[in-house]
T-cell receptor
């Protein structure tokens, strides 16, 4: 079974700082997705990464994929309070999405 | 089409009762997924349809859980003889394979509370 691990599980950071969330997965896949979830809400799609070396950026968030290392990163630049949420990576195995454990991000003013 | 729609949004039921949830996917999407999410955890896969065919159901949590997608459009998830441990958010997602992109779009979920 495909395993997806994220770290850290919890992240508290000050506004204006940079940080990276890591997503490791256990078997070959070249389709990885990042989602954001606010408390009590559903999942909002952030990034679609479909090939080795893919890099996508939206505002203060940038995601990348290294399929050889089975690693994706979500980099946060100059964090703002509005980014506080839980972030999940998900790997498509072909017939289901395997989700990571999630990273709960709190941005402190 | 405004996205994946789930009904109801909230359901409170007594232990032992049956419940049924509905999911309407994005209209052109042929894949439909059901997930369960408990507090503080990532979504847990339950089952998956491609059109009307249920291609993966081994992850359904017990034989009390069943899902259908009779005409390849909307889907239902039924839980029979509910237990307190069934309390969770049930999420539906849909996707369509397009040039390798299987991005899944999620509905707002149905929050089930079993009392």
């Amino acid at each position: 079974e495909l395993k997806v691990e994220q770290n850290p599980l919890f992240l508290s950071m000050q506004e204006g700082k940079n940080y990276t969330i890591y997503c490791n997965y256990s078997t070959t896949s070249d389709r990885l997705y990042w989602y954001r979830q606010d408390p009590g809400k559903s999942l909002e799609s952030l990034f679609v990464l479909l090939s080795n070396g893919a890099v996508k950026q939206e505002g203060r968030l940038m995601a990348s994929l290294d399929t050889k290392a089975r690693l994706s990163t979500l980099h946060i630049t100059a964090a703002v309070h509005d980014l506080s949420a839980t972030y999940f990576c998900a790997v498509d195995s072909g017939n289901q999405f395997y989700f990571g454990t999630g990273t709960s991000l709190t941005v402190i003013p | 089409d405004t996205g994946v729609s789930q009904d109801p949004r909230h359901k409170i039921t007594k232990r032992g009762q049956n419940v049924t949830f509905r999911c309407d996917p994005i209209s052109e999407h042929n894949r439909l997924y059901w997930y369960r999410q408990t507090l503080g955890q990532g979504p847990e896969f339950l089952t998956y349809f491609q059109n009307e065919a249920q291609l993966e159901k081994s992850r359904l949590l017990s034989d009390r859980f069943s899902a259908e997608r009779p005409k390849g459009s909307f889907s239902t998830l039924e839980i029979q003889r509910t237990e307190q441990g069934d309390s969770a958010m049930y999420l539906c997602a849909s996707s369509s394979l397009n040039r390798g992109n299987t991005e899944a779009f999620f509905g707002q979920g149905t929050r089930l509370t079993v009392v």
